[in-house]
C-alpha cells in the first residue's frame, strides 16, 4: 500500500471548515483514498473514500487532487466531537484480508 | 442499529487464564477482522474471516485463535495469555462484492490487561 503524509496536528475552531491534508505522491493507479477517525479509544469510524474524483457524504468531502499525488478531507462546520484523530489511507480495494494499517495520522482539535 | 459489539470491553486477568473476547455484527457482513492497537505501532490485524468457516492469519496470530461458526459472530480466544497481549482490541467487520472491500465498521474496542 501507497505510503501517505499527514501532519500530526490541527487545530480548528468551532463552526469553522476543518481541511486535513494528505500526501500520497506514491499511489498506484487501482489505490484508493480512505479517510478514517478515531475519537480518543474508540473504535475507528470510516468517514469517506474516493479513487480520483471529488465526493462528499453526509459527514465530509474528499478533494483528490488530478494528479492523485494529494487529498483534502473537508469538514464543512466543525463541532467539539469532531476532535480525534484522522487517518488517511491509500491501498486497493481488494488488499490481501482487507487490513487497515493507520499511519501516525492528524490530531484535529476543534476549539469553542 | 446497524452495529458491532464486544464484550467485554474491559477485562483484567492474570497469566495463563483463558479467555474469549466476543464480537457480533448484526449487519449481515461477511467480512470480519480482529485487530490490536498499541502505543506507537499503530493498528496491527490478528485474524480475519472472509465468510462463515473461513479464517485466515493477519500481522500478529500468535497467541490467539478464532473461529466463524455463524456470519454474525467472530469471538477471538486467547488459550493462555501473557503480558504482551496487554492491548486495546477492535473488532471489524464489512461487506465484500466479489474481491472488493467496502468500509469497515469497527466495535467499540475491548481494554485487555494481562498481569
Known amino acids: 500500500d501507497a505510503k501517505t503524509t499527514q501532519p500530526p496536528s490541527m487545530d480548528c475552531a468551532e463552526g469553522r471548515a476543518a481541511n486535513l491534508p494528505c500526501n500520497h505522491s506514491t499511489i498506484s493507479g487501482n489505490e484508493y483514498v480512505y479517510w478514517y477517525r478515531q475519537i480518543h479509544s474508540q473504535g475507528p469510524q470510516y468517514i469517506i473514500h474516493g479513487l480520483k474524483n471529488n465526493e462528499t457524504n453526509e459527514m465530509a468531502s474528499l478533494i483528490i487532487t488530478e494528479d492523485r499525488k494529494s487529498s483534502t478531507l473537508i469538514l464543512p462546520h466543525a463541532t467539539l466531537r469532531d476532535t480525534a484523530v484522522y487517518y488517511c489511507i491509500v491501498r486497493p480495494p481488494n488488499n490481501a484480508g482487507n487490513m487497515l494499517t493507520f499511519g501516525g495520522g492528524t490530531r484535529l482539535m476543534v476549539k469553542p | 442499529e446497524a452495529q458491532v459489539t464486544q464484550n467485554p470491553r474491559y477485562l483484567i486477568t492474570v497469566t495463563g487464564k483463558k479467555l474469549t473476547v466476543t464480537c457480533s455484527q448484526n449487519?449481515?457482513?461477511?467480512?470480519m477482522s480482529w485487530y490490536r492497537q498499541d502505543p506507537g505501532l499503530g493498528l496491527r490485524q490478528i485474524y480475519y474471516s472472509m465468510n462463515v468457516e473461513v479464517t485466515d492469519k493477519g500481522d500478529v496470530p500468535e497467541g490467539y485463535k478464532v473461529s466463524r461458526k455463524e456470519k454474525r459472530n467472530f469471538p477471538l480466544i486467547l488459550e493462555s495469555p501473557s503480558p504482551n497481549q496487554t492491548s486495546l482490541y477492535f473488532c471489524a467487520s464489512s461487506f465484500t462484492i466479489g474481491t472488493r472491500f467496502n468500509e469497515q465498521f469497527f466495535g467499540p474496542g475491548t481494554r485487555l490487561t494481562v498481569l
Open positions: 449487519m449481515n457482513h461477511e467480512y
